[in-house]
């Protein structure tokens, strides 16, 4: 399907455990995000790339790394889960350039007991 | 993005007007945005408004810009219940890696 997947929707993981969020879209956008959302908080970016190959840091990505080997795909993981990860994860991709409307993937909603 | 910040809730009967108000911090901001997110779903841009723009208008949204205040307000005439979201309000330079977005505003519609 075209568009924008993450995977899995859900996903109950225990603390200390490594666990890895996968985003997919067949856009080929150039720019992929991915956000945590809290309540109270909204969204915030944890870690962001420009192109395959090239990724960098948002505001909260301590305990989070993640990859671009491949324009459509970029996972997200928690090297070691934490409670306070608990959370609704987005992924989010837009081309370059001023207008950046960014679309939004579903979501994944991880519980980390 | 506690840089932008918006009201937590806003109810409104169905055939009203919804005002949601919004206050950004980056006088730099180019591009402003309201999202739209239905509940279990990811956001999808409603609208946006370039920072040189005072008002823009698309079919029941009207969106307000005071730059001088840095405030930004999202009307939605004729309220439906279709519209109940959450409308989150966001910020952007004009480059792609610095989106900033307030908590979120929960609008629900009385029939």
């Known amino acids: 399907d075209a568009g924008i997947t993450q995977s899995p929707r859900y996903k109950i993981t225990e603390t200390g455990r490594q666990v890895t969020l996968m985003c997919h879209q067949t856009?080929?956008?150039?720019?992929m995000f991915w956000y945590r959302q809290d309540l109270g908080h909204g969204l915030r970016l944890i870690y962001y790339?420009?192109?395959?190959?090239?990724?960098d840091k948002g505001e909260v990505p301590d305990g989070y790394v993640v990859s671009r080997s491949k324009t459509e795909n970029f996972p997200l993981t928690l090297e070691s889960a934490t409670r306070s990860q608990t959370s609704v994860y987005f992924c989010?991709?837009?081309?370059?350039?001023?207008?950046?409307?960014?679309?939004f993937g579903p979501g994944t909603r991880l519980t980390v007991l | 993005g506690e840089d932008v910040e918006q009201s937590l809730f806003l109810s409104v009967r169905e055939g009203d007007s919804s005002v949601i108000n919004c206050t950004y911090t980056?006088?730099?901001?180019?591009?402003l945005y309201w999202y739209k997110q239905e509940p279990g779903a990811g956001l999808q841009l409603l609208t946006y408004?370039?920072?040189?723009?005072d008002m823009k208008q698309d079919q029941r949204l009207t969106v307000l810009l005071n730059k001088k205040d840095k405030h930004l307000s999202l009307r939605i005439a004729d309220t439906q219940t279709g519209d109940s979201a959450i409308y989150f309000c966001?910020?952007?330079?004009?480059?792609?890696?610095?989106?900033?977005f307030g908590a979120g505003t929960r609008l629900t519609v009385k029939p």
């Open positions: 408004i370039f920072s040189n723009m």
């Open positions: 790339s420009a192109a395959a190959d090239i990724t």
């Open positions: 989010a991709s837009s081309t370059s350039g001023g207008y950046n409307e960014q679309f």
């Open positions: 966001a910020e952007s330079p004009d480059n792609n890696n610095d989106m900033r």
């Open positions: 980056d006088s730099s901001s180019t591009y």
């Open positions: 856009w080929s956008h150039s720019y």
